[in-house]
């Protein structure tokens, strides 16, 4: 048996999990957030127990070696040597990283040539890898791209209509994510419903970030995201797709920056942004139950987009099998699952059951009833498994 420890740095967080491979047995999983603010916290999940901290954690260093105590201190791995492998999700892989690979020297080069396609999020995924190389000196370090799923797209479908030169000169193209989060749809629907049902599959990814992906025997053909997460749904806080004119107008009328219009599209734009309330869409389900018409806006549009482009993926997989809703909004909402399938129910033939809709929350399930043409599917997004396993697997071809 190998321990293999799951990292998702972000710029200000940690997320991880140790799981046992091959069982899977999840030991111990949690997160330390606002690191280098005031009330860095910890929280540490194991055996049925659930620890607090806060500690001023000035920087990932600090809160990587912290980790790493509190992992020995409270028993959950013996030494530093228990720990095989080192998981670590990377944003953006480019062109060049079609699959996971072994953080070589080289690889990493060629990771930091690519910075540049994802600004925010490479650096602090790649902050955690040097951080535990230093820590963990016994353990491979493996990185696991959420782009590398989309990388079997056609080229028609990734290139976009701009002038081919700078494709060719910067890489801009469509590359997708939430690439983990699909592989680990695609294997469940394979468990749950058998391979007759898995040829053409419509996955929708509804959590803050947000993305839909048509994925046909296994294999992407196309998905929402862009060249960065901005492009696609409507998601928390992101605009996802829009006439791109739009920034030179916001830029010109409010005397803003390209960045800080970028920045308004990102972070003060999607539900947030129409709802003017929340980027919860609890919060904001709550608001329009009282009567907010802002919100019961923010909502029709969130659903009208999602359906959409599912009605565009039926027609480029030709036809469908399987609609799937994961992560936080596709497993816990299930108003939100039922207002999307409203929308697109007579087109495709599906039919919900209702009570069971109704009843699933973050569990797996079947929702749609028996007499419906089209599977529908509730799957518990489960990237860090899909980590691991990629880890394990570079982990066996090494012995």
């Known amino acids: ?7 998702n740095a972000g710029s200000s967080s940690i997320k991880y999990q140790l799981i046992e491979m091959p069982y899977e047995i999840k030991i111990s999983s949690g997160l330390i957030e606002k690191i280098n603010e005031r009330g860095t916290n910890l929280t540490l999940h194991y055996n049925g127990n659930k620890i607090c901290i ?3 954690l000035s920087n990932h260093q ?13 028993n959950i791995i013996g030494d530093l040597n228990d720990i095989a492998a080192c998981g670590h999700r990377i944003a953006h892989g480019g062109e060049f990283f079609k699959n996971s690979v072994e953080i070589t020297k080289d690889n990493f080069e060629e990771i930091k040539k690519i910075e540049y396609l994802a600004p925010l999020h490479n650096p602090a995924n790649l902050q955690g890898y040097i951080e535990m190389k230093q820590l963990l000196n016994n353990a491979i370090q493996v990185a696991v791209f959420d782009t590398s799923f989309h990388q079997s797209m056609s080229k028609e479908v990734y290139t976009y209509p701009i002038p081919f030169k700078l494709y060719e000169k910067y890489g801009l193209r469509k590359y997708g994510f939430h690439g983990t989060s699909y592989r680990n749809v695609v294997n469940r629907v394979r468990e749950m419903v058998g391979k007759e049902k898995q040829s053409r599959i419509i996955a929708c990814h509804l959590g803050n970030g947000a993305s839909i992906a048509a994925i046909k025997n296994g294999k992407s053909i196309n998905t929402s995201m862009g060249l960065t ?3 696609g749904l409507m998601m928390g806080t992101r605009s996802g797709d829009l006439d791109p004119s739009i920034v030179e107008f916001i830029a010109h009328k409010e005397c803003l920056s390209v960045e800080d219009v970028l920045k308004q599209l990102n972070k003060e734009s999607g539900i947030l942004g129409v709802s003017q309330i929340s980027n919860d869409i ?3 389900r709550k608001a329009a139950m009282d009567g907010d018409n802002l919100s019961k806006l923010a909502l029709e549009m969130y659903a009208q987009r999602i359906a ?5 993926y039926y027609v480029q997989l030709g036809g469908l099998d399987t609609l799937v809703f994961t992560a936080g909004v596709g497993e816990n909402d299930y108003r939100m699952r039922e207002s999307i399938i409203d929308k697109v129910k007579d087109a495709l033939q599906i039919e919900l059951d209702d009570e069971v809709n109704c009843s699933v929350m973050a569990t797996d399930a079947i929702i749609s009833s028996k007499s419906s043409k089209v599977m529908v599917l509730v799957v518990v997004a489960d990237e860090e498994i899909v980590i691991a396993r990629d880890c394990y697997d570079i982990l066996k071809s090494k012995l």
Not at 1 to 7: D, E, F, N, R
Not at 62 to 74: P, S, T, W, Y
Request: hydrophobic share 50%.
């Open 229 to 231: 997460p901005l492009g």
């Open 282 to 284: 609890r919060d904001v």
């Open 1 to 7: 048996m190998s321990k293999v420890l799951v990292i």
């Open 54 to 56: 806060e500690k001023p």
């Open 62 to 74: 600090e809160a990587f070696h912290f980790l790493i105590e509190m992992l020995i201190k409270n």
């Open 308 to 312: 959409s482009f599912i009605g565009s």
